[in-house]
Nanobody, 124 residues
Framework: VQLQASGGGLVQAGGSLRLSCAASGDTFSSYRVAWFRQAPGKEREFVAGASNNGGSRQYRDSVKGRFTISRDNAKDEVYLQMNSLKPEDTAVYYC??????????????????WGQGTLVTVSS
């Protein structure tokens, strides 16, 4: 499956952005999906994940209550709504797809397919 992320940009602290990831090439609903991010000089880290139908979701602690992952299988898209953004959220955000079990979602190696990344910059 091919993934194309979009929606990044520059936003002030406290603002919001919505990232999108369009999938093509395979049955999107057969994959779990996730968002990761990588800040300069840091490792890529898990942000959020969703099950095939979106019914199960998982978030890293620092974004709980601020970010929401969702998916639209009819459109083959996954989204990340980001509210109350902080400067420490600045990173390149990547969407990913795979078939990992829930307990392994936070591991980068669990995900087969990756989008190209979209840059989110939060100014203070």
């Amino acid at each position: 499956v091919q993934l194309q992320a979009s929606g990044g940009g520059l936003v002030q602290a406290g603002g919001s952005l919505r990232l999108s990831c369009a999938a093509s090439g395979d049955t999107f609903s057969s994959y779990r999906v996730a968002w990761f991010r990588q800040a300069p000089g840091k490792e890529r880290e898990f942000v959020a994940g969703a099950s095939n139908n979106g019914g199960s979701r998982q978030y890293r602690d620092s974004v709980k209550g601020r970010f929401t992952i969702s998916r639209d299988n009819a459109k083959d898209e996954v989204y990340l709504q980001m509210n109350s953004l902080k400067p420490e959220d600045t990173a390149v955000y990547y969407c990913a797809a795979g078939r990992a079990v829930f307990s392994a979602w936070t591991e980068r190696s669990s995900w087969y397919y990756w989008g190209q990344g979209t840059l989110v910059t939060v100014s203070s």
